[in-house]
């Protein structure tokens, strides 16, 4: 199949190449960001919607919950979405924590929001900023800060708890720890990229949803491997120091990911010390404790729902409930681009009849069992905000 034609989306916009946040108060970062995500998307229909769904925002806890001794509040939580994505990913997680009284603010990580080409030269740095900026705002208003993050938001969450005493807990969702080692290679495009544009692409895609891209950059690969790498040796040496990562940890994960490798995962959550460590781990075998966890402190959870023909969870069905309009089980999106474009014929019934498709994680086994929808929202999501309340209970 010829490699699908580079278009105008695939190029960079110059608007969100770096942090933009300075020193910025909050609110008026998230102004600064949705003014760029409008002249980004000029023209478009449904203008306010993309906006509102691909900016950062904040939210306030409601009236009730005990206020902070030295600040404004007791517990702030900050949000950071994960790579390709933008902070619409976040929403109902940050429902869940305005509704058990943090203080939330989600950011937008740079090249995030706006088109696909602006991830062809981005640098992990610029996240790892952003984040640094969002949890610092957080503190000038809170006694207490958290980190929540899904996928590379996480890996930026954990990151920077290492270098943040202030952070008092993660909250982790699909964490990126570890991908494939062929990333190390993904910014050798450069040296014949000038001849040949398409090589700087893993993946040319129609770019169908409105809140993630489906286009994918060999450099974004190639950041999010160079940030892994760069958490491994900063984790290490805390392991060295004897400090390790002594907060509390909870985490939610898919066994059947092939985005990231859970065995990482699994060590991560092993290595973490503190007591009030959770793991919930959506599997296929949920009979099967993985070794070295104590069972205490992990919740197996059943990822097939036969009734509902979902076959597995998958890396993109961690934080987005049933009901969400866009991608839950009746959303607007279908998630098919691993058809694309080598079975178009697949492909056009993946996004036509969706009500007629298998879900679950796109794995071998899976796609076998007829025409498969990737997963985009958590069955279960009802019993992750269960545990979630537990775990904060206990902080």
């Not at 740079?110 to 088109?115: D, I």
């Not at 900063?234 to 990231?260: C, E, H």
């Not at 007629?356 to 905000?385: C, H, S, W």
Request: charged share 20%; net charge neutral; proline share 7%.
């Amino acid at each position: 199949m010829a490699t699908p034609p580079l278009e105008a989306r695939h190029q960079p916009s110059g608007l969100n190449r770096e942090f933009n946040g300075s020193r910025l108060a909050f609110s008026d970062y998230v102004a600064r960001n949705r003014d760029m995500l409008s002249l980004a998307h000029t023209g478009v229909v449904d203008l306010k919607k993309i906006v509102d769904g691909n900016a950062p925002f904040e939210l306030l806890p409601p009236a009730g919950f005990p206020a902070g001794q030295q600040k404004t509040y007791r517990r702030g939580v900050l949000l950071t979405h994960g790579l390709s994505d933008s902070p619409y990913s976040m929403r109902h997680l940050a429902a869940f924590f305005q509704q058990n009284g943090f203080r939330v603010m989600a950011v937008l990580l740079p090249g995030h929001g706006t088109q696909p080409g602006d991830l062809l030269e981005v640098t992990w740095q610029e996240w790892a900023k952003t984040v640094a900026f969002g949890t610092y705002k957080l503190a000038e208003e809170v006694d207490e800060v958290y980190l929540a993050g899904y996928s590379t938001g996480a890996t930026l969450s954990i990151y920077h708890s290492l270098r943040d005493k202030q952070v008092r807990g993660l909250f982790l969702f699909s964490p990126a720890l570890q991908i494939t080692r062929w990333a190390a290679l993904a910014n050798l495009h450069k040296l014949y990229s000038w001849l040949m544009p398409s090589t700087r692409w893993v993946d040319i895609m129609p770019d169908l949803d409105i809140y993630k891209y489906e286009s994918f950059t060999k450099n974004a690969a190639g950041q999010m491997y160079a940030l892994t790498r760069e958490l491994s040796v900063q984790l290490q040496k805390a392991y060295f120091n004897g400090r390790g990562l002594d907060i509390p940890v909870f985490i939610a994960a898919s066994a059947d990911d092939k985005t990231v490798k859970i065995s990482a995962t699994l060590g991560f959550i092993v290595r973490a010390r503190h007591p009030s460590n959770r793991l919930v781990l959506y599997t296929t075998e949920p009979e099967n404790f993985p070794p070295g966890i104590p069972p205490e402190k992990m919740e197996l959870v059943n990822s097939a729902v036969p009734g509902q023909k979902i076959l597995s969870s998958a890396h993109t069905a961690i934080v987005m409930p049933p009901e969400d309009g866009h991608y839950g089980a009746a959303g607007e999106y279908s998630n098919c681009m691993h058809y694309y474009p080598d079975d178009m014929e697949k492909y056009a019934a993946c996004i036509q009849h969706p009500e007629q498709d298998f879900q679950g994680e796109v794995t071998g086994e899976n796609l076998n069992a007829g025409i498969l929808r990737r997963l985009m929202y958590n069955p279960n999501f009802a019993g992750l905000k269960v545990s979630m309340r537990r775990f904060i209970d206990k902080l």
